[in-house]
C-alpha cells in the first residue's frame, strides 16, 4: 500500500465487515460504491492508502462503559437480537468489526499528530450515536467518542473540533462531551421533531463549565443547499472562534437529496463546500489535522457524490497548503 501522500484513506476488507446483511440500509456494500466512484475520478493516485487496524478493549474502555462491552461481546458471540431497541442487529463478529472501526479511527488521528499525513478519510466511521453504555442507530462503537478521550489524555489537547453534517444529531457524541469545555462541537442536521434520534435543539450549547463550547443547528426538513451555506457560515465562524488543535469531521451523505431515511435536500456540494473550508481552518490553528469520517448515507449513488466531494477537496486544498 502506498502511504508516502499527504492525504490517507483507509480501506479493507475488515472495515466492509463493519454493515448489516439482509437489506439493511448499514449495508457492507457501501465502502466499496464510494471507492468505486474515488477511482472513477483519479483519487486513487493522489492518496495514500492505509489498511484498517483493530482497536484494543483498553483503547475501547477510554469512552465506553466495561460493563456495556462485555454485554456487547456476548451478543457479537451469539450473533442475534438486537444491540439497542431493534435498529441495530447482532451479528457474529459485530464487535471485532466495530473494534476495528475504532482502532482505525485512532490509528489515523496519530497518523496526523505524529506529522505522517496531514489530512485522513475513512469512509466506513463517524459511529455518532452509540453511548458511553448503549448502542444506538447502527453504531455499535463510538469511535468518535474513543477518538477524542486518547486526543485528549495521550496527546493533551485543549480545543477538538467535532464538525457533524450527517442529517442526524451525533447525540453520541454530544452528550458525551455535554460538559467538557475541550470539545467544540458544532453539529448540522435535520430537526429532531422529524428524524431519530430527537435531539439537538439550538439551546443545547453545552453545560457548566462547558456553556457556549456547542453549537447545534437543526435544520427544517427539505432544506437545500442555499439554506445548508447560511448554516455553514455559523459553523464555520464558530470553529474559527475556538481555534480548534485538531478537527473531527463526521461528513454523513444521508444529508443528501434523496437518502431513504432522511428529508433534507443537500446536494454533494455542501459536503465539498464544508471539507474545503474546514481544510483551511485546520490550516490556520490545526497545522493541517483534519480527519473526515463517512458516517451515515443510505443511497449508495449519494454516499459516493458526498464522500468523493469530500475526498477532492481534502486533495486539493493539500497540494496547494503549506
Ligand atoms: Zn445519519
Known amino acids: ?8 484513506v483507509y480501506l479493507g476488507d475488515a472495515l466492509k465487515r463493519y454493515g448489516f446483511g439482509n437489506g439493511h440500509p448499514f449495508g457492507s456494500d457501501r465502502m466499496e460504491a464510494f471507492w468505486r466512484e474515488a477511482c472513477d475520478r483519479g483519487l486513487d493516485a493522489a492518496v495514500g492508502l492505509h489498511s484498517p487496524v483493530s482497536a484494543s478493549r483498553s483503547d475501547i474502555t477510554r469512552f465506553h462503559h466495561d460493563a456495556y462491552v462485555d454485554k456487547l461481546i456476548a451478543l457479537s458471540t451469539r450473533g442475534e437480537g438486537f444491540l439497542d431497541d431493534g435498529d441495530t442487529p447482532a451479528f457474529e463478529g459485530v464487535y471485532e468489526a466495530a473494534a476495528f472501526v475504532v482502532g482505525t479511527t485512532l490509528d489515523a488521528c496519530q497518523q496526523l499528530m505524529e506529522g505522517h499525513c496531514r489530512r485522513a478519510f475513512i469512509p466506513i466511521a463517524g459511529l455518532h450515536h452509540a453511548q458511553r453504555g448503549a448502542a444506538a442507530g447502527f453504531c455499535a462503537l463510538n469511535d468518535c467518542g474513543v477518538a477524542i478521550e486518547m486526543l485528549e489524555s495521550d496527546y493533551g489537547l485543549s480545543r477538538i473540533a467535532y464538525v457533524d453534517i450527517d442529517a442526524h444529531h451525533g447525540d453520541g457524541v454530544y452528550y458525551a462531551f455535554e460538559s467538557d469545555p475541550l470539545v467544540i462541537i458544532a453539529d448540522v442536521h435535520e430537526d429532531g421533531r422529524f428524524l431519530y434520534p430527537g435531539s439537538g435543539t439550538a439551546r443545547e450549547q453545552g453545560r457548566g463549565a462547558a456553556a457556549g463550547t456547542k453549537l447545534n443547528i437543526p435544520m427544517p426538513p427539505d432544506a437545500d443547499d442555499a439554506q445548508f451555506m447560511s448554516a455553514w457560515q455559523r459553523v464555520e465562524a464558530f ?3 475556538a481555534r480548534p488543535e485538531f478537527i473531527l469531521f463526521q461528513c454523513g451523505a444521508d444529508s ?3 437518502d ?3 428529508h433534507l ?7 465539498g463546500h464544508a471539507a474545503k473550508r474546514l481544510c483551511a481552518l485546520a490550516d490556520a490553528h ?3 489535522r ?3 469520517m463517512g458516517g451515515g448515507g443510505y443511497n449508495r449513488r449519494n454516499l459516493a457524490l458526498a464522500w468523493t466531494a469530500v475526498l477532492e477537496q481534502l486533495v486539493a486544498c493539500t497540494e496547494t497548503s503549506p
Open 286 to 288: 490545526a497545522e493541517g
Open 1 to 8: 500500500m502506498s502511504r508516502d501522500k499527504a492525504v490517507c
Open 239 to 241: 470553529v474559527d472562534a
Open 265 to 271: 435536500r443537500f446536494s454533494s456540494a455542501a459536503h
Open 256 to 258: 443528501l437529496a434523496g
Open 260 to 262: 431513504p431515511l432522511t
Open 290 to 292: 483534519l480527519l473526515a
